[in-house]
């Protein structure tokens, strides 16, 4: 039972550091004093989300690219290849703006979602094209992977829109 849990959350990395940010912010949301208001809430969402689905998740991605490429193509359904070291490197400059733009100003917010929101939506895209050519259905291609590679630019895009239309959280005290 551990081990099926463990397996599932680290194969599952980027719906888990989601939830783990999840929590995270409602944990800072709560504990910051009152009165809060919701550019508190968004404010602790979004700084969370930074810091878990991009700094963390993609810190993630570019260990096991880099360091586990033969893993992770065999989750992913891929030959093992050089590009594996390629896409590693690409998260682990994504990963650097992401815990950049935890604590970040808005412009270095937009690029830590506007960067990776572009990677993951073409990533949805080629798991797409493998799914319909290859018929390609491992779990790292059309498992949970590919869900939240539409999901995770949907969620980081309608956060930067809530903080730029309640306050683009340069006022806001951060959790």
Do not use: C
């Not at 260990?63 to 065999?74: L, P």
């Not at 935890?102 to 939506?121: K, W, Y």
């Amino acid at each position: 039972m551990i081990e099926s849990t463990i397996r599932f959350v680290l194969s599952n990395f980027t719906l888990s550091l989601l939830v783990i940010g999840l929590i995270a912010s409602l944990i800072a949301y709560a504990a910051k004093p009152r009165p809060r208001d919701r550019r508190d809430l968004i404010e602790a969402l979004f700084s969370y989300f930074l810091l878990f689905s991009v700094g963390f998740s993609f810190l993630y991605n570019f260990v096991m690219h880099v360091f586990f490429g033969e893993m992770a193509a065999r989750f992913i359904g891929w030959a093992d290849s050089p590009f594996q070291a390629e896409v590693g490197f690409a998260s682990l400059g994504f990963a650097i703006i992401g815990f950049l733009a935890f604590r970040g100003d808005s412009g270095v917010r937009v690029a830590a979602v506007a960067g990776p929101a572009a990677f993951q939506l073409g990533a949805a895209g080629g798991h797409i094209y493998q799914m319909i050519t290859a018929h390609n259905f491992s779990p790292g291609n059309a498992g949970i992977i590919f869900w939240t590679d539409i999901l995770l630019p949907v969620i980081g895009f309608t956060l930067l829109y809530l903080q730029r239309r309640y306050g683009t959280g340069e006022e806001i005290t951060r959790p």
